[in-house]
């Protein structure tokens, strides 16, 4: 429920700073928060938790997510209205059941296959139906936003496969999101940032990269099988219409409702399909 605000967030929050700048942002108060749980909360050492490895391992997983991952996914949003940024972003759900079944040989069967060809079709229609004269669909976007779906869905194989502590695997990842979303400012022009740009990078920072993280990896280390989890929050992108009517400053049109719900539609087809078997 708590990524059922973000698409608001990343639009609104994009209004008052870059993507370079909000990927920076967000990225120092997730570090922040993972920083607050582990040092304060679990009082863990930080000589106990400074390794070589952990430092190189955490590059590489920093470097994908959350610096490429987001500077893509923000990308995105900038070049798109977010109904429908964040309806095309929901068939990561379809991308991380096949990452699932090629990495971790877990079971994609027909009806998975059925239900991603419902769901991609729902992407089809938003794209059709936003692509004529007086459309507001930018094949730019669309793709990044696609593309972001693939960069998620390998991050998160990547980790659920990992015994490292969540915590501590976070905390490396987000240090080194810091370091090089800073350096890459420091190199582009660092921006001043208004209050309305840190509101919503601590916003983003905590409830869409932080804490909703370990819940989210939590779960996909406790289910047998990841695509079962992915159908599990079909509701959060309806309520997030809601809020991006309401705070977003979009219109919420009745296309953009249908094309989203054809996207559900296909991630519930293959949930039910799966209990009959």
Not at 52 to 58: D, H, M, S, V
Not at 70 to 77: D, K, N, Q, T
Not at 226 to 250: H, M, Q, R, Y
């Amino acid at each position: 429920m708590m990524w059922s605000t973000v698409a608001t967030a990343f639009k609104i929050t994009l209004r008052h700073t870059s993507v370079s700048g909000l990927v920076f942002l967000s990225s120092f108060f997730s570090l922040l928060c993972f920083a607050v749980i582990l040092f304060g909360f679990r009082r863990t050492s930080p000589v106990s938790v400074f390794s070589l490895n952990r430092l190189k391992t955490g590059f590489f997983r920093g470097l994908l997510n959350p610096v490429i991952y987001y500077f893509v996914l923000f990308h995105a949003y900038s070049l798109l209205l977010a109904q429908h940024a964040q309806a095309i972003n929901y068939t990561w759900g379809i991308t991380l059941g096949i990452a699932a079944a090629l990495y971790l040989k877990q079971k994609f069967t027909v009806f998975d296959v059925i239900g991603s060809i419902i769901s991609w079709g729902g992407v089809a229609f938003i794209i059709y139906t936003n692509a004529g004269p007086s459309g507001s669909i930018n094949l730019i976007g669309v793709f990044l936003a696609l593309f972001s779906t693939v960069l998620w869905s390998f991050y998160w194989i990547w980790n659920a496969d990992s015994a490292e502590d969540e915590v501590i695997s976070f905390f490396f990842n987000f240090l080194w999101g810091t370091i090089i979303s800073g350096l890459i400012l420091i190199f582009t022009g660092f921006p001043g940032f208004s209050l309305e740009a840190l509101a919503g990078g601590a916003w983003i920072g905590i409830f869409e990269m932080g804490i909703t993280f370990l819940l989210w990896l939590r779960a996909m280390k406790l289910s047998e099988n990841a695509s079962d989890v992915t159908t599990l929050i079909f509701l959060s992108p309806f309520i997030s219409l809601v809020f991006i009517g309401k705070f977003a400053g979009e219109s919420v049109s009745l296309l953009s409702i249908i094309g989203l719900t054809i996207i559900v539609g296909g991630l519930i087809f293959r949930q039910k399909m799966k209990k009959k078997e």
